[in-house]
């Protein structure tokens, strides 16, 4: 039963429709349309356009957002046609959002450069596998679905020279694969702003992106909100006004977004001599205080351009002495960098692992550490390039230790 007194107006009318009319032309709409009729459903949509009249006034207020991005070498090219698609869908709608690029990737006619890029990515995916055709037969066929054992007999009846053979072709046809989609990417960024960066080796693509964006302070200086993100990241579903805030924005790691019973008791009195530092928020749970400790991912970030341009000036600075003066990169790059600055400087806004969420392992892996799920809002996309046999091993087994707490 709707009781909810509707505020919206036909606009030749101006006269407020009442909950009956508004019952009629929603059961009618749903039903044109072969929706199901949901009385529920009809009471939210009632909400809905109440909200909508009393708060049309706030929408004229739209912010000038940059969203930067990196994208070098050409392992990383095919994914930006995908992430200018995602960002059109579904960041921040409703307001004027550019998208900033600086990258490698070659106008969409140099085909000379694009053939290199395809040898380069050829003898990387056979330094992978160390050139033996053999580990990379038997791992694409376990992909498919056959076990070790059948894998091997596979081996065995084709021979080495056949399996050379067959894997040189598997290989050819996926590196042209991405070259293509590649191509797609530079004719999206041909009516794009990208800002010319030469390759270099990871990680200073990553461990320098302060300083690559701040070459274009100015440029940054024209937007209200700076916002940056992997390029490997996939756009699910809506990011809106939530996460805009007065001062900077950081997201959980999904990793490290425990649940309370994986946290040690820290003390969360910070008057107490018992108080450790670090970074992290006091809960209220239960009339007693529980500090959550924070780690912040590095794919997703930014915040008013002011607060943001601050953070990326200390934080080149801080990556200068550690370079110069000892000689070090920090273990996880500019991610431990960033965290350090939100010790010292915490976030207006904390985003959950909605807007870092994995692209695998949430039943076996993530749902059992998190003690919930999120839902997927920003997704990181798992890198063909960068799985290995090895790598494979070691999640098998770290799912295999995770199994008793699924249940």
């Known amino acids: 039963m709707i009781l909810v007194k509707l505020n919206w107006r036909r606009s030749e009318m101006n006269k407020e429709l009442s909950p009956q009319e508004f019952i009629r032309l929603a059961n009618n709409f749903y039903t044109a349309n072969n929706l199901p009729v949901n009385s529920q ?12 009249a009393t708060n049309r006034d706030k929408i004229k ?8 991005s990196i994208c070098l070498n050409p392992h990383y090219w095919e994914y930006m ?16 959002v550019d998208i900033l690029f600086w990258s490698d990737i070659p106008k969409v006619d140099n085909e000379v450069v694009f053939q290199q890029a395809e040898e380069q990515l050829k003898q990387m995916k056979l330094s992978s596998f160390n050139g033996n055709y053999s580990i990379f037969f038997a791992t694409e066929a376990q992909k498919i679905g056959f076990n070790p054992l059948q894998a091997s007999l596979l081996l065995n009846l084709f021979g080495s020279e056949a399996i050379s053979k067959v894997s040189d072709q598997m290989i050819s046809v996926e590196i042209k694969g991405i070259i293509e989609r590649a191509k797609e990417s530079a004719k999206v960024l041909s009516q794009m702003t990208v800002f010319p960066l030469e390759p270099i080796e990871w990680p200073m693509p990553t461990l320098m992106r302060f300083h690559t964006f701040l070459q274009q302070e100015e440029k940054l200086k024209e937007y209200d909100y700076v916002f940056y993100c992997d390029v490997d990241m996939k756009f699910m579903e809506i990011i809106g006004d939530e996460i805009l805030a007065e001062g900077l924005i950081a ?7 425990l649940r309370k019973e994986y946290n040690p008791p820290y003390e969360p009195n910070s008057q107490s001599t018992s108080y450790i530092p670090r970074p992290g928020v006091v809960l209220q749970e239960g009339g007693m205080p529980r500090f959550m400790p924070l780690y912040f991912a590095g794919g997703f970030q930014g915040g008013k351009t002011e607060d943001w341009i601050k953070a990326m000036k200390k934080m080149k600075e801080m990556i200068d002495h550690d370079l110069n003066k000892i000689n070090y990169i920090p273990i996880w790059n500019d991610e431990t960098v960033w965290n350090r600055y939100l010790f010292d400087n915490p976030p207006a806004k904390v985003l959950t692992p909605s807007f870092i969420y994995p692209d695998s392992l949430i039943e076996e892996y ?7 799920n999120y839902p997927p809002k920003l997704m990181t996309l798992t890198k063909k390039f960068s799985t290995t046999p090895a790598g494979g091993q070691a999640v098998q087994q770290i799912i295999q230790q995770m199994k008793p707490l699924q249940k």
């Open 41 to 52: 459903q009809i009471a939210i949509d009632s909400h809905l356009l109440n909200y909508i």
């Open 366 to 372: 993530y749902k059992p550490i998190w003690g919930i």
């Open 251 to 257: 997201a959980q790691h999904p990793m490290y977004a």
């Open 81 to 96: 046609k995908t992430m200018v698609e995602g960002v059109r869908q579904f960041f921040l709608p409703g307001h004027d």
């Open 61 to 68: 207020k739209k912010y000038k957002i940059a969203l930067c």
